[in-house]
T-cell receptor, first 110, second 112 residues
């Protein structure tokens, strides 16, 4: 009930391509779904977040798609750039609970 | 000005020692956290404080004890360090629960 399953574990995308990372959750009470980006040697930083009352949120090249009925949400990175190479974490929360996905290491090849 | 700062950045110590990691945030946030990130990058929340009150205390050994002297500080004290405690520990803060969390730079703890 408390898991957030993130896939893939690692992803290699050519520069200019679309990177897609998926997450699935079980607890329908979750009401906040953030994505964090972490560069080596740094702490995670919020990239974009969504609440379940919308199905999509876009900020620049980054888009969250949210499917409430399927209990899934995904991060799409359009026109992926080498500077996007990082580890990405999805998370889901409700109240005091914040459950993290296992992370996806994204490499963008020039 | 660093929003969430933790010290030290690196900590190498022997098994059995006691050590502390300090965290301070200058964002005026009410909620602070401690996370552990293992070698596989998995992030695990350890503790959460809201207005100096312990809110979340995940299943961690009681050798780990957080202390919040005020809203801006959340320190982590670890007794009798073990090899398995080697990890990167992150402090974070947020205005309230379910809002953006700001992370510190991390403390890489190595127990030898």
């Amino acid at each position: 009930q408390q898991q957030v399953k993130q896939s893939p574990q690692s992803l290699i995308v050519q520069k200019g391509g679309i990177s897609i990372i998926n997450c699935a959750y079980e607890n329908t009470a979750f009401d906040y779904f953030p994505w964090y980006q972490q560069f080596p040697g740094k702490g995670p930083a919020l990239l974009i977040a969504i609440r379940p009352d919308v199905s999509e949120k876009k900020e620049g090249r980054f888009t969250i798609s949210f499917n409430k009925s399927a209990k899934q949400f995904s991060l799409h990175i359009m026109d992926s750039q080498p500077g996007d190479s990082a580890t990405y974490f999805c998370a889901a929360s409700k109240g005091y609970q914040l459950i993290w996905g296992a992370g996806t290491k994204l490499i963008i090849k020039p | 000005d660093t929003a969430v700062s933790q010290t030290p950045k690196y900590l190498v110590t022997q098994m059995g020692n006691d050590k502390s990691i300090k965290c301070e945030q200058n964002l005026g946030h009410d909620t602070m956290y401690w996370y552990k990130q293992d070698s596989k990058k998995f992030l695990k929340i350890m503790f959460s404080y809201n207005n100096k009150e312990l809110i979340i205390n995940e299943t961690v050994p009681n050798r780990f004890s957080p202390k919040s002297p005020d809203k801006a500080h959340l320190n982590l004290h670890i007794n009798s360090l073990e090899l398995g405690d080697s990890a990167v520990y992150f402090c974070a803060s947020s205005q309230k629960l379910n809002t953006e969390a700001f992370f510190g730079q991390g403390t890489r703890l190595t127990v030898v």
